[in-house]
């Protein structure tokens, strides 16, 4: 399949999503398009790769569900730490959940339960099994979510005397801290004869004010902060033997795609589906590996999945981002294999682009 997009350097791809042109902007900062799959079962090895390994990665892909300790607090949890790390280091994350369910339940699993995956995740993705319904509803449940966020009701709560503003002593005026954290009891230096009176005010605050960082945590330099906006990757193909997304399914992922450009991002496939101008889709493909320095004839990890080059994934088929879990993850030095994939990852990307 000849892709439309294989020989357009990033900074002249024409997406129309928010979101994918923000990843195509971060790529070309960071020189990267490397996505970490963090396969992993605890909440420290979790954050910790997402911390010494943010530098190299433009995505960080995780499976929230097989974490034993996940925290679901909104505002502390485990989602709301990765969140933190992801703008501290400039990158987006992408759970990878494969909604495949009728409309009701997806939209309950994506912004409800105990993973509030909308809350934190840029990217997450869906099987077209169920029909394009499917999508319908988690950009439904996607856009509720961002409206709630980009202008969230903020409550004041003050405390004073009956009489005249002039007549409150200085000292027992609230505070601009005090309304900012919802102080909701009079001052202890009152006298108790005074009779108080509460007053509940409410304003529209603009969500981008109010997100959630850490106290010391800098954003990533060179780049806005990512979108509010939620987008949906299609699996379109996959790298395991046997498997069942045949031509016919593949297809038909792309054709329900380019109805849903508002919302589609991009497909997990093996190749660039994109083979029209219109199409400006972004293509993440898993299964890339380099073999070890001592062993160039690895092949695949003996269970079924399939390893290729980034030269073939990225140069030849047209993927814009490689996914990489093991080989990085496992690896005597993550640190320095992740900047190993980095590098051959960018050069393949490079190299490709410069055949135009």
Known sequence: ????????????????????????????????????????????????????????????????DIISDWDSNPRTGTGAQLAALARQHGFLIFEDRKFSDIGSTVQKQYNAGPGGIVEWAHITNAHILPGAAIIAALREAANQWREKKRCAVKTDITAGSPGPESEVPEAD?????????????????????????????????DANASRLHSIDDEAFPGIEEAPLERGLLLLAQMSSIGNLLDEKYTQ????????????????????SLNVTPEDQFITMSPGCQLPPEDNEDVQGDGMGQQYNLPNKLVGTLG?????????????????LEAERYRLHGWEAYETRISRS
């Open 1 to 64: 399949m000849q892709s439309t997009t294989n020989h357009i350097p990033f900074e002249r791809r024409q997406s129309t999503h928010p979101l994918s042109a923000y990843l195509l902007r971060l790529m070309l900062v960071k020189r990267s398009n490397l996505c970490l799959s963090a396969d992993v079962s605890s909440t420290h090895t979790l954050l910790h790769l997402a911390d010494t390994l943010g530098p190299s990665i433009v995505l960080l892909k995780t499976h929230y």
């Open 319 to 335: 993927a814009d981002v490689i996914i990489v879990g093991r080989g990085i993850i496992k690896a005597a030095d993550p640190v």
């Open 173 to 205: 005026a609230p505070t601009k801290h005090d309304q900012a954290i919802g102080h909701r009891t009079s001052n202890l230096s009152r006298k108790s004869s005074i009779v108080s009176v509460t007053t509940v005010s409410q304003h529209f605050e």
């Open 252 to 271: 038909t992922c792309v054709e329900i795609a380019r109805h849903n450009r508002d919302f589609v991002i991009g497909y997990i496939a093996q190749e």
